[in-house]
């Protein structure tokens, strides 16, 4: 899911007046939170019940101001050939067939050979080509239009003669559309591009009509206002309240002009968002930075020579060392951040610094155009809707209103600003002491330099020394048996099951305790910019279902897939990972967990789908936590050449380093979902104030440090402009508040006492994580905690309360 998605937040810590500001959020949650139950919690954008064109198949990302946020760039790495040889498909599998269609489903084609086409348990993403792509999607939307003019014949307001064919509708096209745009993600090329570009409109076409539906959405009236209403269970009864809104907001109440206006509209925002991220990406590999000599990239660790060598070979200098280069320097994360980091050399922190701020912002990829009419379009939109402005629609999906949104921020900004005042005070303070020339002038590509160095300084840690702690298998094995130990789940390698995109890409069987399958993910790891986008996101392969079952009697399991950008195997290391990257493979299995240990057989609501935007970010949160845990963290942290474990010195340096600088992390964070809302809730596309000017207003609340005049990171802000989280990235902070308190309840019983914690693990796997949409978020975390939430144990983990050290 696009957003993320897409993050791993870690450093957060607020100051100020914390009586005052407990009261103020315990009233603004509960304002929001105390809702009756006859206030419907409505479904999240539909990706996944009847699809709008906007939504569909969108990938959660990790959101940039975390400390996943070196993970949002891309990298220059040579990519390994995509098929491998001894990988097959299975398709001895059959209780999660991700077809289920019954026979007036079966697709016929001239091309009897095209993947996209055939039955199939895992997607075979080893075969899939561009060349598939127009054939196939075309062949899929004849019929699957097909089948809804049946189904508006013959619909009765039934769940067999409604629910259950609708849902085969449209798993059949969210699993066929969302492999082959997972692969624009991953192996990116041109003839895709041109192949996806080419087919979209007829995609959304498609998506407009199934949204538009009168018989349908008369059908689902027709079931909320029958007899029999009070009968359904939750899950079925969120189903049918989710269908009717998101008819209303697919434009089903226009008049025939408006209605086309709306499609228009909406087949405009599709390409205008496809166009986004393409020029994101294309922006970011065009940057190459050959350097000669090794003076000019003093500083930077063994890992990054190693990964600027490999780089430059991939790019044809044949003879590229590590000690001697050449090296390439790109924007990709691991090379960029290393840059940013560790390189003295203050010229080319900045030149790549100003290279990685203006990507996407002028010539053939310049995107600020597109933002002005995705803007103009959005607003379009929601006077259509009979909405003020398009931040209002985004809401009326989600959890919060606008206004409690807002106020949710400026508390928290008004909390964060001195604490990042003192930080900044603090950072040129320490440059002094060193002696540095640019002491007086500290500018933004030396901010993130000597913030290094006054953390190595003040807690005597070197991330990048942390690195051979921090093994990628090691990781792998440690997460595995923190799940283990709290779900009761067994996570194993069952590469081979299913085909992979990539030689890299690693397959994995979810077990219960009893043995028996419960799901199956991928985990595509490192960064290869070349084809790849940046960032981090968990999104699902197929859901578990009922109606889709084999057999008929056992649900369709659930499939999903985890995809990284961290540094990859240099020479014969493993890939050794910065404990940032470590808590952001934590996050994204977080949300994986609740797609894969869902108990819902109801497709529609199954694992993450029909859960809030606003909410879904609590498992990935959540987890996040576990990687400060003493016994976990020292169950990952083994030296990847001698075995030795972490020392004891140096994880209570890692508890107490977890939340340096927070206040100056925070107000980035706030800095991003407050332009966020500006832009969708008051901005006027077209009038006196550009949407640069737009973000320097608010920097000038957000950001201590005034941005360069150049600063135009909105040209590249994918999560707003080409994924799921417009007028949404306050989510994060708002999920941060059910997550926190979740994570206490844990703290409560004692993290050292293992049988408590196995006990409320398996609470939360029940609730949290088994539940998925089938229930209103606040109702799972009442039946989990046993009470609302509370920002309590949020402002006590980022500092604004005394902690309590404990393991």
């Given at each position: 899911?696009?957003?993320?998605r897409?993050?791993?937040?870690?450093?957060?810590?607020l100051?100020?007046?914390?009586?005052?500001?407990?009261?103020?959020?315990?009233?603004?949650?509960?304002?929001?939170?105390?809702?009756?139950?006859?206030?419907?919690?409505?479904?999240?954008p539909?990706?996944?019940?009847?699809?709008?064109?906007?939504?569909?198949?969108?990938?959660?990302?990790?959101?940039?101001?975390?400390?996943?946020?070196?993970?949002?760039?891309?990298?220059?790495?040579?990519?390994?050939?995509?098929?491998?040889?001894?990988?097959k498909?299975?398709?001895?599998?059959?209780?999660?067939?991700?077809?289920?269609?019954?026979?007036?489903?079966?697709?016929?084609?001239?091309?009897?050979?095209?993947?996209?086409?055939?039955?199939?348990?895992?997607?075979?993403?080893?075969?899939?080509?561009?060349?598939?792509?127009?054939?196939?999607?075309?062949?899929?939307?004849?019929?699957?239009?097909?089948?809804?003019?049946?189904?508006?014949?013959?619909?009765?307001?039934?769940?067999?003669?409604?629910?259950?064919?609708?849902?085969?509708?449209?798993?059949?096209?969210?699993?066929?559309?969302?492999?082959?745009?997972?692969?624009?993600?991953?192996?990116?090329?041109?003839?895709?591009?041109?192949?996806?570009?080419?087919?979209?409109?007829?995609k959304?076409?498609?998506?407009?009509?199934?949204?538009?539906?009168?018989?349908?959405?008369?059908?689902?009236?027709?079931?909320?206002?029958?007899?029999?209403?009070?009968?359904?269970?939750?899950?079925?009864?969120?189903?049918?309240?989710?269908?009717?809104?998101?008819?209303?907001?697919?434009?089903?109440?226009?008049?025939?002009?408006?209605?086309?206006?709306?499609?228009?509209?909406?087949?405009?925002?599709?390409?205008?968002?496809?166009?986004?991220?393409?020029n994101?990406?294309?922006?970011?590999?065009?940057?190459?930075?050959?350097?000669?000599?090794?003076?000019?990239?003093?500083?930077?660790?063994?890992?990054?020579?190693?990964?600027?060598?490999?780089?430059?070979?991939?790019?044809?200098?044949?003879?590229?060392?590590?000690?001697?280069g050449?090296?390439?320097?790109?924007?990709?994360?691991?090379?960029?951040?290393?840059?940013?980091?560790?390189?003295?050399?203050?010229?080319?922190?900045?030149?790549?610094?100003?290279?990685?701020?203006s990507?996407?912002?002028?010539?053939?990829?310049?995107?600020?155009?597109?933002?002005?009419?995705?803007?103009?379009?959005?607003?379009?939109?929601?006077?259509?809707?009979?909405?003020?402005?398009?931040?209002?629609?985004?809401?009326?999906?989600?959890?919060?209103?606008v206004?409690?949104?807002?106020?949710?921020?400026?508390?928290?900004?008004?909390?964060?600003?001195?604490?990042?005042?003192?930080?900044?005070?603090?950072?040129?303070?320490f440059?002094?002491?060193?002696?540095?020339?640019?002491?007086?002038?500290l500018?933004?590509?030396?901010?993130?330099?000597?913030?290094?160095?006054?953390?190595?300084?003040?807690?005597?840690?070197?991330?990048?020394e942390?690195?051979?702690?921090?093994?990628?298998?090691r990781?792998?094995?440690?997460?595995f048996?923190?799940?283990?130990?709290?779900f009761?789940?067994?996570?194993?390698?069952?590469?081979?099951?299913?085909?992979?995109?990539?030689?890299?890409?690693?397959?994995?069987?979810?077990?219960?305790?009893?043995?028996?399958?419960?799901?199956?993910?991928?985990?595509?790891?490192?960064?290869?910019?070349?084809?790849?986008?940046?960032?981090?996101?968990?999104?699902?392969?197929?859901?578990?279902?009922?109606?889709?079952?084999?057999?008929?009697?056992?649900?369709?399991?659930?499939?999903?897939?985890?995809?990284?950008?961290?540094?990859?195997?240099?020479?014969?290391?493993?890939?050794?990972?910065?404990?940032?990257?470590?808590?952001?493979?934590?996050?994204?299995?977080?949300?994986?967990?609740?797609?894969?240990?869902?108990?819902?057989?109801?497709?529609?609501?199954?694992?993450?789908?029909?859960?809030?935007?606003?909410a879904?970010e609590l498992?990935?949160?959540?987890?996040?936590?576990?990687?400060?845990?003493?016994?976990?963290?020292?169950?990952?942290?083994?030296?990847?050449?001698?075995?030795?474990?972490?020392?004891e010195?140096?994880?209570?340096?890692?508890?107490?380093?977890?939340?340096?600088?927070?206040?100056?992390?925070?107000?980035?964070?706030?800095?991003?979902?407050?332009?966020?809302?500006?832009?969708?809730?008051?901005?006027?596309?077209?009038?006196?104030?550009?949407i640069?000017?737009?973000?320097?207003?608010?920097?000038?609340?957000?950001?201590?440090?005034?941005?360069?005049?150049?600063?135009?990171?909105?040209?590249?802000?994918?999560?707003?402009?080409?994924?799921?989280?417009?007028?949404?990235?306050?989510?994060?902070?708002?999920?941060?508040?059910?997550?926190?308190?979740?994570?206490?309840?844990?703290?409560?019983?004692?993290l050292?006492?293992?049988?408590?914690?196995?006990?409320?693990?398996?609470r939360?796997?029940?609730?949290?994580?088994?539940?998925?949409?089938?229930?209103?978020?606040?109702e799972?975390?009442?039946?989990?905690?046993?009470?609302?939430?509370?920002?309590?144990?949020?402002?006590?983990?980022?500092?604004?309360?005394?902690?309590?050290?404990?393991?």
């Open positions: 899911m696009k957003y993320r897409i993050g791993s937040p870690t450093s957060r810590v100051y100020g007046s914390t009586t005052t500001l407990i009261i103020t959020l315990l009233i603004l949650m509960a304002t929001r939170f105390s809702l009756s139950r006859a206030a419907h919690f409505c479904l999240k539909p990706r996944f019940s009847r699809p709008s064109t906007k939504y569909l198949l969108q990938c959660r990302s990790c959101p940039l101001w975390s400390s996943s946020f070196s993970l949002c760039l891309h990298t220059l790495h040579k990519s390994k050939s995509t098929t491998s040889p001894n990988r498909s299975i398709t001895t599998v059959r209780s999660f067939s991700v077809s289920g269609l019954p026979s007036t489903m079966s697709i016929t084609s001239d091309d009897d050979n095209n993947p996209l086409l055939k039955d199939f348990d895992f997607p075979p993403f080893d075969v899939i080509e561009a060349k598939h792509v127009r054939p196939g999607i075309r062949a899929l939307l004849k019929q699957v239009d097909e089948d809804l003019e049946a189904l508006e014949k013959t619909v009765e307001p039934t769940w067999p003669k409604l629910v259950e064919p609708l849902e085969k509708i449209i798993d059949r096209l969210t699993v066929v559309w969302g492999a082959v745009n997972h692969l624009k993600s991953v192996k990116d090329n041109p003839e895709l591009r041109s192949a996806i570009e080419e087919v979209q409109p007829e959304v076409a498609f998506s407009l009509k199934l949204g538009q539906s009168k018989p349908l959405y008369n059908a689902f009236k027709a079931i909320r206002e029958s007899p029999d209403w009070d009968s359904l269970s939750d899950a079925r009864k969120r189903i049918v309240e989710s269908q009717i809104k998101e008819a209303v907001l697919s434009g089903i109440a226009l008049e025939d002009d408006k209605r086309e206006q709306f499609n228009r509209i909406e087949q405009d925002l599709a390409k205008l968002s496809q166009k986004f991220e393409e994101v990406l294309d922006s970011t590999k065009k940057f190459e930075k050959l350097i000669t000599d090794k003076k000019d990239i003093e500083g930077l660790p063994a890992t990054a020579l190693g990964l600027g060598a490999q780089t430059a070979v991939s790019k044809g200098h044949e003879n590229a060392t590590a000690e001697d050449p090296w390439i320097i790109t924007l990709d994360a691991p090379s960029y951040m290393s840059v940013m980091q560790h390189a003295k050399n203050r010229a080319l922190r900045e030149e790549v610094y100003r290279a990685y701020l990507r996407a912002s002028s010539g053939d990829l310049d995107n600020t155009e597109i933002i002005n009419q995705i803007l103009k379009l959005r607003l379009e939109k929601a006077k259509l809707l009979g909405y003020n402005n398009y931040a209002e629609v985004s809401m009326a999906m989600k959890m919060a209103t206004e409690k949104a807002e106020e949710l921020l400026e508390k928290l900004r008004s909390a964060s600003w001195d604490p990042a005042v003192k930080d900044l005070e603090d950072l040129k303070d440059c002094k002491s060193q002696g540095s020339p640019e002491a007086d002038d500018n933004h590509w030396d901010i993130t330099f000597w913030s290094e160095r006054l953390r190595e300084s003040k807690y005597e840690l070197n991330e990048e942390l690195r051979p702690y921090f093994s990628l298998p990781v792998m094995d440690g997460l048996k923190l799940v283990n130990t709290l009761g789940i067994n996570v194993e390698p069952a590469d081979g099951l299913a085909p992979v995109w990539n030689n890299d890409v690693r397959f994995y069987r979810v077990k219960d305790s009893s043995g028996s399958p419960v799901s199956y993910f991928y985990f595509d790891p490192y960064s290869r910019p070349s084809e790849k986008r940046g960032g981090a996101w968990m999104d699902e392969v197929v859901s578990r279902s009922r109606v889709l079952s084999r057999d008929g009697a056992s649900a369709r399991l659930p499939v999903a897939h985890m995809v990284c950008n961290q540094m990859p195997p240099v020479g014969d290391k493993p890939s050794l990972m910065t404990f940032r990257e470590v808590e952001t493979v934590f996050h994204e299995f977080g949300h994986a967990l609740q797609h894969m240990l869902t108990k819902q057989d109801e497709g529609l609501v199954a694992g993450i789908r029909g859960v809030e935007w606003d879904v498992p990935s949160q959540f987890m996040e936590n576990w990687c400060y845990h003493r016994d976990t963290l020292m169950g990952i942290a083994k030296h990847h050449e001698t075995g030795d474990t972490l020392p010195g140096i994880y209570k340096k890692l508890l107490a380093a977890r939340t340096f600088r927070a206040g100056t992390l925070s107000l980035r964070q706030l800095r991003f979902a407050t332009v966020d809302l500006e832009l969708h809730a008051k901005y006027v596309p077209g009038g006196s104030e550009s640069y000017c737009v973000d320097r207003r608010v920097s000038k609340r957000t950001q201590v440090l005034p941005p360069l005049p150049e600063d135009k990171f909105l040209a590249s802000f994918s999560h707003i402009f080409a994924g799921g989280y417009a007028a949404g990235y306050y989510s994060y902070k708002w999920a941060e508040v059910l997550s926190a308190d979740a994570f206490s309840a844990f703290e409560d019983v004692g050292e006492n293992e049988k408590a914690v196995k006990e409320t693990g398996q939360f796997r029940e609730t949290i994580l088994a539940l998925g949409g089938g229930k209103a978020p606040l799972v975390f009442v039946q989990f905690r046993g009470r609302e939430p509370s920002p309590e144990p949020l402002l006590r983990h980022n500092g604004l309360l005394p902690v309590t050290v404990s393991s």
